[in-house]
């Protein structure tokens, strides 16, 4: 059932915020230690529901987990099972990555719908995409069929071999499409338990899947990070003591209040965000920022952006694998609202994640999609008052949610729910930070509390 909150707009002070952990890194760190089958400690967990459904996944079929506060050990030395459990995974994108996991860990795997934001081709019904990751464990020598509603993938043991990502890109001239993240982390978890070396050629390099890299290099792998190649071998004795990571800061949390401080025109700090680590993982953000003109500072290994302070310059922005993230655009998006003149936003990794666009127009803004895969967006002042909204998926409830803070009256927005799967407690922050929400259950549960106003 969709949860709905209530806004009393126009009011919000700025603050402090603390980031949590990179979910899209801990996905990643969770397969590699399965497929490496390696006890690991990951700290800097953040408390969502894509961590607890994978970890449930890992406790049926007979890992042992253990959390403490913000701490997951995951030991998978006594994983027996290979089902994907289809209840499980439907409410996520990141079980995708257990595929590969299985298989080199059990060489086997049973699967069926992977969930997620339905951000892929409207054509598709916004599915992701899984015939990537099958394509690339078939060339490690994984046979898959489909057998009673599942697709079940079958291995007589992983063979090293060369993954060229150019081949998953939709672009001739670098990476681009929805496949080539995803192709690069399956063939770097396929390679802890394959025999012999493997090769993947023009990786996607963000910090997502170089994170693996480093877990693999703690295990003993033999792990060469070249220009254009990334190749690993497995060990003949590996490293099973002691293992542990921390996740980089969430970069989609630290890109939302950044855009929550200069959409709402408010100072934000986010404290444990490094400059030594923005500056390697979070370099396109940051440029795109410089360009925008978002005043920020670095202070005491935290971030200050001064919101108050900035006056955005309208830009034109390219989403490829090589650089700002897909989840980002929503926010940059919301930031340019307020630049004068006209900015525009190409997304090439998912050409139709622009449902947002069509929720702020509601509101005001001069937001069209002239094709598909590109968002124009002219200066606007949004304003509404009893209006409410439906998010289709986590960014867009996000980035919604701060329009909502931005304007003054009484509205609402549906679909948060999604929040779950990404931000560890998205709207008491925005509470701390001076917002008035009202975080409801269920529609029905919004009636009553409106009769009685």
């Known amino acids: 059932m969709s949860m709905k909150a209530v806004f009393e707009g126009g009011t919000i002070h700025g603050g402090e915020v603390r980031v949590g952990g990179f979910k899209h890194a801990f996905v990643t760190l969770l397969a590699t230690a399965v497929a490496a089958n390696a006890a690991v400690e990951i700290r800097r967990v953040p408390r969502i529901l894509d961590v607890t459904v994978l970890l449930e996944i890992l406790e049926r079929n007979g890992a042992r987990v253990h959390q403490q506060d913000d701490a ?24 995708i990555y257990l595929i590969p996991a299985f298989l080199a860990r059990l060489g086997r795997v049973e699967f069926g719908s992977m969930g997620g934001c339905r951000i892929g081709d409207t054509t598709q019904e916004g599915s992701r995409p899984v015939g990537h990751v099958i394509e690339v464990m078939k060339r490690y020598g994984a046979r898959f069929r489909h057998r009673d509603g599942y697709m079940v993938g079958e291995t007589d043991g992983l063979v090293g071999t060369t993954v060229d ?46 994170v693996p890299l480093d877990l693999l290099h703690q295990l ?88 108050d302070r900035t006056r955005v310059r309208p830009i034109d922005i390219d989403v490829t694998c090589e650089s700002i993230y897909s989840d980002h655009q929503p926010f940059f998006a919301l930031m340019l609202l307020s630049a004068p003149g006209s900015s525009r936003i190409r997304d ?89 929400i009202k975080v409801l259950e269920s529609a029905d549960e919004a009636e009553v509390h409106d009769r009685t106003d």
């Open 72 to 95: 997951v050990v995951i030991d998978p030395r006594r994983l027996s099972q290979s089902l994907i459990h289809t209840e499980l995974s439907r409410q996520i994108h990141g079980a």
């Open 165 to 210: 990502i150019r081949g998953f890109s939709t672009s001739p001239h670098g990476l681009a499409g929805p496949h080539c993240s995803g192709a690069t982390k399956t063939a770097m978890i396929a390679a802890c338990n394959a025999t012999g070396p493997s090769e993947i050629i023009k990786p996607y390099r963000k910090i997502d899947a170089v």
């Open 220 to 307: 003993g792998f033999a792990v060469h990070r070249g220009a254009d190649v990334v190749s690993i071998v497995a060990p003949q004795c590996r490293n099973h003591d002691g293992i542990s990571m921390e996740l980089p800061p969430d970069l989609a949390e630290i890109v939302t209040y950044i855009a929550a401080a200069v959409h709402l025109k408010v100072p934000i700090t986010l404290p444990s965000v490094s400059r030594e680590l923005c500056e390697s993982a979070f370099w396109a953000e940051l440029e795109l920022l410089h360009r925008i003109g978002v005043e920020y500072t670095w202070q005491n290994d935290g971030l200050v952006v001064r919101g």
């Open 348 to 436: 090439e990794v998912w050409k139709d994640r622009f449902d947002y666009a069509s929720k702020l127009r509601i509101l005001g803004a001069r937001m069209t999609v002239p094709n598909r895969g590109t968002l124009q967006i002219d200066q606007s002042v949004l304003s509404a008052d009893a209006v409410e909204l439906h998010a289709t998926d986590l960014r867009a409830a996000a980035a919604l949610s701060l329009a909502l803070i931005g304007v003054h009256g009484r509205n609402s927005l549906t679909g948060i729910e999604h929040l779950h799967r990404g931000y560890e407690s998205f709207f008491p922050t925005l509470q701390r930070l001076g917002a008035e």
